[in-house]
């Protein structure tokens, strides 16, 4: 079973920046379409950014295009999320996701994820 250990949160003003990272323990994550999702206190959580496993094909949430962009280097088995321009409502609990998969149409589906992290807390400030 491949753990995902996410890091990277904190306390930003709004228009800075920070940069998640997601770090697998296992090998096998280069096979592994990878995504991020958050939650934000009361609400459900959503889909955020998703990548495959050469990083080829990336995905984004309209709420974040242009200004979140998502990566990986699977030597370092790890999935990055920059995110620039922070907004108050970008504050969530955010999660990175994974499944044994090289191609999805399900990527914005936080069911068919498999494999989960145990959130890093971003909190943006106006």
């Known amino acids: 079973q491949v753990q995902l250990v996410e890091s990277g949160g904190g306390l930003v003003k709004a228009g800075g920046s920070l940069r998640l990272s997601c770090v697998a323990s296992?090998?096998?994550?280069?096979?592994?379409?990878m995504g991020w999702f958050r939650q934000a206190p009361g609400k459900e959580r959503e889909f955020v950014a998703s990548?495959?496993?050469?990083?080829?094909?990336?995905n984004y949430a309209d709420s974040v295009k242009g200004r979140f962009t998502i990566s990986r280097d699977n030597a370092k088995i790890t999935v990055y999320l920059q995110m620039n321009n922070l907004k108050p409502e970008d504050t969530a609990v955010y999660y990175c996701?994974?499944?044994?998969?090289?191609?999805?149409?399900?990527?914005?589906?936080?069911?068919?994820?498999?494999?989960w992290g145990q959130g890093t807390q971003v909190t943006v400030s106006s």
């Open positions: 296992e090998r096998t994550f280069s096979n592994f379409y």
């Open positions: 990548i495959s496993w050469s990083g080829g094909t990336t």
């Open positions: 996701a994974g499944r044994s998969s090289y191609y999805s149409a399900r990527y914005y589906r936080e069911d068919w994820y498999d494999h």
